[in-house]
């Protein structure tokens, strides 16, 4: 064994995930073509619902002219920081988000992580944080960094707003308050009670920190003529609830529903001018490349057109699942409708062997896998997208059907203590 090897520390916790990584095709793999949502490895094809391309933007032919002729123009990377320089692409961008949100401003930066990792410390500084308990790693991360540089972090259970109340009453008057919390959640695939939280926020002088990576691009305001419960425009959790940007900090990423490199943070003006000289990636991180820029840009026009279509699409898909597990009986926390469909197994059930299971019937999902989420809700995640067809979810239904008839699928039946499991380890893989 080499010297460095020696070296790498063993921690018992990851023991079973590297086995699951080394041992099966679904974890870890490299992609070798992709036709539609249907991707090869190796010899073998699998319908994919483990990618987050919740509008099929990845595939559309008008995205993926728009971007030759920029990288014409621009170049294939901007490769300044954002303090140095930002191709006019950036405040376009900011403009149009800005408008599509609502929102009074707008900043981006490549992802969502560095946004958190910035953002989050600046906005807590020496005071207290406050997070939910399920809220996705990359925030838990970012509130220990918070601690680090002298913040306060405290934990509460997520949607337990009598636990959030003590604790914001115990905080030291005068000293900013922060709380944060997922949007659309990235597992159970379920929105906050967010008019209760800013509420309570307001109240109390806190600002409500809203990563809604997963929300933007499908939740959006509700209107007569929309064309799902998703509401229209796609413009996020906070419009989706009619809330105002009061007190609320939204943060989502272009990465899943407008399949781009690129994430932002909706911001008064004021914080956004500070942001820029107090957020790290604004000032030494390398920028997205231009061809994030110029998907994202695409995706806004393609959005204005047919996002409200395409929405009503993964609408349809989503409801057949949900349906087709309601009748079977499976479980899923998944209450809102959202195309995000967490799976527990049943208790004792292996996750590589019903991984197998999936892979025979040809279907490619998310394994949810110990310690990336607490043992109880060990399971697999599916993502449904516009770009699935019909005969794919017939696939992915006869899977589903197999897998129950194995007993392999948590069963609904009395009340899952979920809220009240906390576990700091969100599942982190998008
Ligand atoms: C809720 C949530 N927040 C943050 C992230 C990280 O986003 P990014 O890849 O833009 O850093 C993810 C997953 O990708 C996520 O699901």
Redesign the pocket.
């Known amino acids: 064994m080499s010297r460095a090897a020696q070296h790498v520390p063993v921690d018992a916790r990851f023991t079973e995930l590297a086995r699951l990584t080394a041992g099966h095709p679904m974890m870890d793999a490299v992609i070798d073509e992709v036709r539609g949502r249907r991707i090869r490895i190796g010899e073998h094809w699998l319908v994919d619902y483990a990618s987050c391309n919740y509008l099929g933007f990845d595939l559309d032919p008008q995205i993926q002219a728009a971007i030759a002729p920029a990288v014409s123009r621009w170049g294939t990377h901007p490769s300044w920081s954002r303090m140095l320089g930002s191709p006019a692409l950036y405040p376009q961008i900011e403009e149009r988000l800005a408008d599509l949100l609502g929102a009074p401003d707008t900043l981006v930066l490549p992802?969502?992580?560095?946004i958190h990792m910035a953002v989050v410390p600046v906005l807590a500084g020496k005071g207290t944080v406050f997070y939910e308990h399920n809220a996705?790693r990359?925030i838990y991360d970012a509130c220990q960094y918070a601690r680090g540089l002298g913040a306060t972090v405290r934990r509460f259970r997520a949607g337990d707003l009598t636990e959030l109340e003590r604790r914001l009453r115990a905080a030291p008057p005068g000293e900013p308050r922060l709380v944060c919390v997922?949007g659309v959640n990235?597992m159970t695939g379920n929105p906050p009670d967010l008019p209760a939280y800013a509420r309570l926020c307001r109240e109390y002088g806190a600002l409500l920190y809203v990563?809604d990576?997963?929300g933007f691009g499908i939740l959006g305001e509700r209107r007569p003529d929309e064309t799902s419960p998703y509401g229209a425009r796609g413009n996020a959790v906070v419009r989706w609830f009619g809330e105002t940007y009061d007190n609320i900090v939204l943060v989502g990423?272009f990465?899943k529903a407008y399949s781009s490199l690129l994430?932002f943070i909706a911001v008064p003006t004021v914080l956004k001018e500070h942001l820029k000289v107090a957020a790290p990636p604004y000032l030494y991180s390398g920028p997205s490349p231009t061809a994030s820029l110029a998907t994202v840009l695409a995706g806004f026009d393609v959005n204005d057109t047919r996002g409200d279509a395409l929405r009503g699409r993964l609408y349809t898909l989503t409801a057949r699942v949900l349906r087709r597990l309601r009748a079977l009986g499976v479980a899923t926390p998944n209450t809102s409708g959202t195309p995000v469909i967490e799976l527990p197994l049943a208790p004792g059930r292996d996750l590589s062997t019903v991984a197998s299971t999936l892979w025979e019937h040809g279907i490619y999902v998310t394994l949810a896998a110990y310690p990336l989420v607490s043992r109880a809700d060990v399971g697999v995640r599916v993502q449904l997208t516009a770009a699935h067809t019909d005969t794919d979810v017939d696939q992915l239904l006869t899977a589903l059907d197999t897998l129950t008839a194995r007993g392999d699928l948590r069963m609904t039946g009395p009340a899952t203590p979920r809220q009240a499991r906390p576990s700091p380890n969100q599942l982190?893989g998008?």
């Open positions: 992802t969502v992580t560095l996705h990359t997922d990235s990563d990576a997963h990423g990465s994430a982190t998008s």
